[in-house]
């Protein structure tokens, strides 16, 4: 006779009945079995019961912004396999470890297992956790010319008014909002929408880091992020005309100059006469960086002939001068 002392559980006369003759069902298939495997065997028999229904938090529902979505079991020791699919999950299914992201309408099903248990009853809930954007690319990169420029794009947009830029020196703390005014979306679209925002404010090999909000028609917002990038300062120090290239050229040619400081500016072609043929540049111009292309097109959009030109750049506190040679 089995004693049950050595596995203090109750159990209600039934159960051990019914234990009783799974155990002599046992005993039949399993002759070699020795009493302490008996025991154990009768033993997880009596470990059993109904497992509680899993449950979800946050609960169904709709939501404006992302879900992390947690599911909980009352019964110790199960393991819980969920689909988001809409089938009933079983145990070749997706095996909970911690909250579902979700974005997403869909529909969450639970089952949780224990060995020597039956299963639980499916349980279910139906998230609507659509984003008011839905991102599909976020990245940023760094040029001399522009600082940083930050590059997003959308594949739909539900009730969204716009966005606002975000940056620190660290991943994790420190944000400061850097877009003065909001960035305007399309409000409710579904084509691709691309936006870009430069960030001139960053200084040479400073890792920076950027988020992107959203910000929703009724006020909610999302961040998206953060993506890092090392700075290249936008401000160079010193006036500068470089030499053109190609030159000689034939048909167009490439010059490069630098602004350290906003000031009106002027970049004019002249003849061996001294006289101006061609006006690239005059306006006020902010710090910068700047490229520009000359195609041998005079102001009337006529073709100069072939010789020596000379081009100058012309500020209030600099002038400089370049020979440059046109061959056709």
């Not at 199960?78 to 909970?96: A, L």
């Not at 089952?111 to 976020?138: I, R």
């Not at 998206?224 to 401000?235: A, D, E, Q």
């Amino acid at each position: 006779m089995i004693d049950e002392s050595i596995y203090p559980i109750q159990y209600s006369l039934n159960d051990k009945i019914s234990g009783l003759y799974k155990l002599i069902a046992y005993l039949k298939n399993n002759v070699t079995s020795t009493i302490e495997d008996s025991c154990l065997f009768y033993f997880q028999l009596q470990e059993s019961g109904s497992i509680a229904t899993p449950t979800f938090v946050p609960p169904a529902g709709t939501y404006s912004t992302a879900q992390d979505v947690y599911i909980e079991c009352t019964t110790p020791g199960v393991s819980i396999y969920y689909t988001i699919d809409e089938s009933d999950p079983d145990e070749s299914d997706i095996p909970y470890t911690g909250p579902i992201h979700i974005t997403n309408p869909c529909t969450i099903k639970a089952k949780a297992y224990k060995v020597g248990w039956e299963p639980s009853d499916v349980a279910e809930a139906h998230y609507d956790g659509s984003l008011p954007v839905q991102l599909s690319n976020f990245s940023a990169g760094s040029s001399k010319e522009y600082g940083v420029i930050i590059s997003w794009s959308t594949e739909s947009e539900i009730d969204c008014q716009g966005f606002h830029i975000w940056k620190s020196t660290d991943e994790n703390i420190g944000y400061e909002r850097i877009s003065e005014t909001i960035i305007p979306s399309q409000g409710n679209s579904t084509p691709h929408q691309e936006y870009s925002f430069n960030d001139r404010k960053v200084k040479d090999n400073i890792l920076y880091w950027y988020k992107i909000e959203e910000i929703s028609t009724n006020g909610n917002s999302e961040f998206y992020g953060p993506i890092s990038v090392s700075g290249v300062n936008p401000v160079p120090d010193d006036f500068a005309l470089m030499q053109n290239y190609p030159n000689p050229f034939n048909p167009e040619t490439t010059i490069e100059f630098n602004i350290p400081k906003d000031t009106d500016v002027k970049l004019l072609i002249y003849n061996l006469n001294g006289k101006v043929v061609k006006t690239l540049l005059n306006s006020f111009t902010v710090a910068g960086y700047y490229k520009m292309t000359w195609n041998g097109l005079d102001d009337y959009s006529t073709q100069v002939s072939s010789g020596v030109y000379f081009l100058k750049l012309i500020t209030a506190d600099f002038s400089d001068m370049r020979k440059i040679m046109l061959v056709r």
